[in-house]
């Protein structure tokens, strides 16, 4: 398509109100930044300090200032709010808002800097006692800094800003301290620091027993600090016990010995003098349980009976006979057991040194039977075959007689399943409240089986069956399905059908689904007829062109929809024409794609036995290059007068481009490098017939330019 003459474009751009889009260009103007940077307090000026200036959308310009403090910042084209800084080692940096207006030539912005303050900070650590300079100590400050005194007992720390510092003083076999100080300006700051010897002490004392006094060997104690450090000792033959070198603190002496309750003293307070510390413990006192176990009824001792008590365990003999020796005084939990046996718990307390008795009589477990006969409930024949089950997983299958029975049941109620082919099955409750036997005879009562059969014909032409239907019928119950195809009488039978409610239906390739109920109450035969209404089918055709030429595409790509699913596929001849038949009636999408067009899709209702006609116009996706043509330096040229291509100001340059809608919407960006020569936009960006605005952002400059994509 060949370029619509200049005026044309024009008023369209005008009719659009982009008219300032069109012959936007960038701005010629440009503002220098000048200025001076000073010491605030000083007032001299101040070499190598980096000032720049910088803000969204805005490359930084920056410069350095000379012996006499002046900096110059030339080229700030772009009108707006940017923030300048004054950057240099030893001084705080300083941030100022400016407002760059281009239509100034010249804008001044000074900067005072403040200078960052430093000092010393030192000191001697030495003994509070003697004054002695501590050799070793370590020092740290709040900021990370740390020194190790020698034998002058000096630290320093050098190049300390202004601000409060922690100073902290640790040294071997002292006390710790934390110090304040403030630095303020450049005087040194003195900070000694007198640490306090740590008081040692010794803890000691006797062990012994609580009731006669005497010393306790091989005693475990430990001295405890409330911060949970211990020392660990052990008395000899006199019960005592010693720790020296106890530092000043709050203690406990825990004692414990074989035979003993453990015991722990109270907190003693520990502060350079010796310290004793006596513990008098209590001796464990030790019992035992005797006892037998016997039967409830016939107080007969019952052998291999299994008795448990705090993780331990007896069995009885034939006397029946258990016991349990060297118990703490206490409450036990005897757990007792025996086979045929019902198990029991009892309570049992050891109070003294002395034998506690716990006689326990278990009660035998009374077993019992059940016995029944499985029969047909009109007849009242036994049935063979039949399964019953009762809790336990026990399972009996009876033989002719129809005979089952469960041995050794314990006492109590038992639900029994109940089975049989061709029965209905049952579930019927039994109690076996003796050593006896339970009889429990049931009766299950017969399947009637039925049968289900039909015809499937047109419902129009009379006489016609059809054959290869597939009938399908399922009970209401959701059991499996079964499966019958007619033959070509259109015939379908199901034979052994049980009685119940069921749902026929019948499916065929040329004729529309149809369903039914049949009720099957008898064993007689129920019959269920179709008539099907056949299918009615139309077809599709048409021709897919090229949008612009009007070519027929070859090979092009045609496709029925219902919904998500596929009804019809196929493909132009090389006139772009196509014929899809044997489509059933309904609304349908057809859609015409083809690898070098876009896809085009359309809603179309086929009609029975006719043609309908669907044509598609497909666009072809274009895409645009847009040519970047590098002056020589110093040219003043900006756009080149044919389309799509746009010249940069300097050879050596990269930057970024940009396309936009004439919406405002940016659709494209891509950066490039000194050595590109041309970007292609991808597919779909842009189309046939649509005006865009193209901007390169490259050294501190803009360019932008209207383009029409013909």
């Not at 707006?80 to 207006?101: C, H, L």
């Not at 900070?121 to 300079?133: C, K």
């Not at 007849?379 to 039949?386: E, F, K, Y």
């Not at 020589?632 to 007068?641: E, H, R």
């Amino acid at each position: 398509m060949p370029f619509p003459p200049k005026e044309v474009v024009m008023l369209r751009f005008m009719s659009r109100g982009f008219l300032l889009l069109f012959c936007f260009f960038c701005v010629a103007n440009a503002t220098t930044i000048s200025g001076t940077v000073t010491d605030s307090v000083a007032g001299t000026k101040l070499a190598n300090v980096i000032v720049s200036v910088n803000g969204q959308g805005f490359t930084t310009l920056r410069d350095t200032t000379d012996a006499t403090g002046a900096y110059s910042l030339p080229e700030a084209k772009i009108p707006g709010n940017f923030t300048a800084r004054a950057t240099v080692a030893g001084y705080i940096t300083k941030s100022s808002a400016i407002t760059i207006d281009t239509a100034t030539a010249t804008m001044t912005v000074n900067f005072a800097i403040v200078k960052i303050d430093t000092t010393t900070i030192a000191g001697i650590i030495s003994d509070s006692a003697s004054g002695t300079p501590i050799s070793g100590a370590i020092v740290t400050t709040s900021g990370g800094r740390r020194d190790t005194t020698k034998d002058d007992g000096k630290y320093v720390f050098v190049k300390m800003a202004s601000g409060s510092y922690t100073v902290s003083t640790s040294a071997p076999s002292y006390v710790g301290k934390n110090t304040t100080v403030v630095v303020s300006g450049t005087d040194t700051v003195k900070a000694n620091v007198a640490l306090a010897k740590i008081a040692y002490a010794t803890v000691s004392g006797t062990i012994s027993d609580s009731a006669s006094a005497a010393p306790i060997t091989n005693a475990i104690v430990s001295l405890r600090m409330t911060n949970g450090t211990s020392k660990v000792d052990t008395t000899k033959a006199d019960g005592k016990y010693s720790f020296d070198s106890v530092a000043t603190g709050t203690y406990t002496v825990r004692a414990s010995a074989i035979g003993y309750n453990n015991r722990t003293s109270p907190s003693t307070a520990v502060s350079g003098a010796a310290v004793t510390v006596n513990v008098a413990l209590i001796k464990i006192v030790y019992g035992s349980i005797y006892g037998i176990i016997a039967d409830s009824a016939s107080g007969t001792p019952i052998t291999g009976a299994i008795i448990t008590t705090s993780g331990r365990r007896d069995t009885t003999k034939a006397d029946g006979v258990f016991t349990f020796d060297s118990l703490a005084a206490g409450t036990y939990s005897l757990g007792v057991s025996a086979p045929l046996y019902n198990g029991r718990t009892v309570n049992t307390a050891v109070a003294s040194s002395g034998t506690d008795t716990a006689n326990v009589k278990l009660l035998k477990i009374v077993y019992g039977s059940i016995y029944g006969i499985i029969a047909d409930s009109a007849t009242g024949t036994p049935i063979a075959g039949a399964i019953v089950t009762t809790g336990g997983n026990r399972r009996d299958t009876t033989k002719a007689d129809g005979v089952f029975a469960f041995a050794s049941l314990t006492l109590g109620t038992y639900s029994l399943g109940v089975s049989a082919p061709y029965y209905n099955g049952r579930t019927v409750n039994t109690t076996v409240a003796t050593s006896g036997t339970d009889t429990a005879n049931v009766k299950l009562l017969k399947i009637v089986y039925g049968s289900v059969s039909g015809t499937i014909s047109d419902s129009i032409t009379s006489g016609t069956f059809v054959s290869n239907a597939i009938v399908t019928i399922r009970a209401n119950n959701n059991s499996p399905a079964r499966i019958d195809t007619t033959g070509s009488d259109g015939k379908y039978s199901f034979d052994s059908v049980a009685v119940g409610t069921y749902t026929v239906s019948v499916a065929s390739k040329v004729y529309n689904s149809k369903t039914a109920t049949a009720n099957v109450t008898t064993s007689a035969a129920v019959t269920v007829d179709f008539a099907l209404i056949k299918t009615l089918f139309g077809s599709v055709v048409g021709i897919v062109t090229d949008s612009t030429s009007g070519i027929g595409l070859k090979s092009a790509t045609i496709t029925v929809r219902s919904g998500g699913t596929v009804i019809k596929t196929g493909t132009t001849d090389a006139d772009g024409k196509y014929t899809l038949d044997s489509i059933p009636v309904g609304v349908y999408t057809v859609r015409a794609s083809d690898s070098a067009y876009s896809t085009k899709s359309v809603t179309d209702s086929v009609k029975t036995s006719l043609t309908d006609t669907t044509n598609f116009k497909l666009v072809k996706p274009i895409s645009a290059v847009i040519a970047i043509r590098k002056s020589v330096p110093g040219a003043m040229s900006v756009f080149a007068t044919t389309f799509g291509e746009l010249v940069l100001k300097n050879a050596a340059s990269a930057g970024e481009l940009k396309l936009f809608g004439l919406n405002g919407k940016l659709l494209y960006k891509t950066n490039f490098t000194e050595q590109t020569n041309s970007i292609a936009l991808p597919k779909n960006i842009v189309g046939h017939g649509n005006a865009y605005v193209v901007r390169i952002s490259s050294q501190n400059s803009i360019y932008q330019k209207s383009i029409m994509i013909p």
